[in-house]
Nanobody, 124 residues
Framework: QEQLVQSGGGSVQAGDSLRLSCAGSERIFRGYVIGWFRQAPGKEREFVAQISRLGTSRLYGDSVKGRFTISRDNAKNTVTLRMSDLKPEDTAQYYC?????????????????WGQGTQVTVSS
């Protein structure tokens, strides 16, 4: 059974940086778009970033643009989300997900395989 395994995250102060990683099988990382989403308590799921199969296209949510960077290493079957200048409003559970389709903007429903989630907490 295919799965995405997340690592990273934690609790930091505003202005700090964190890195999230998403790992999976070769089949997933050679054939799928990988995205990151987040959800804070009481709020709807929010798109964070996505990267195309070969890493040639990237898209970011407006709230993270300029602060977060998504990258992928298909040789290592991993996608990394580097988050800098973190703000308290970035506090959420973060999820990586895989999709066959690269849509701009993504609706979220095209992502059919999801990681287990990892918590990011930013205090002021």
């Amino acid at each position: 059974q295919e799965q995405l395994v997340q690592s990273g995250g934690g609790s930091v102060q505003a202005g700090d940086s964190l890195r999230l990683s998403c790992a999976g099988s070769e089949r997933i990382f050679r054939g799928y778009v990988i995205g990151w989403f987040r959800q804070a308590p009481g709020k709807e799921r929010e798109f964070v970033a996505q990267i195309s199969r070969l890493g040639t296209s990237r898209l970011y949510g407006d709230s993270v643009k300029g602060r977060f960077t998504i990258s992928r290493d298909n040789a290592k079957n991993t996608v990394t989300l580097r988050m800098s200048d973190l703000k308290p409003e970035d506090t959420a559970q973060y999820y990586c997900a895989a999709s066959i389709n690269y849509n701009e903007p993504p609706s979220g429903t095209e992502f059919t395989l999801w990681g287990q989630g990892t918590q990011v907490t930013v205090s002021s």
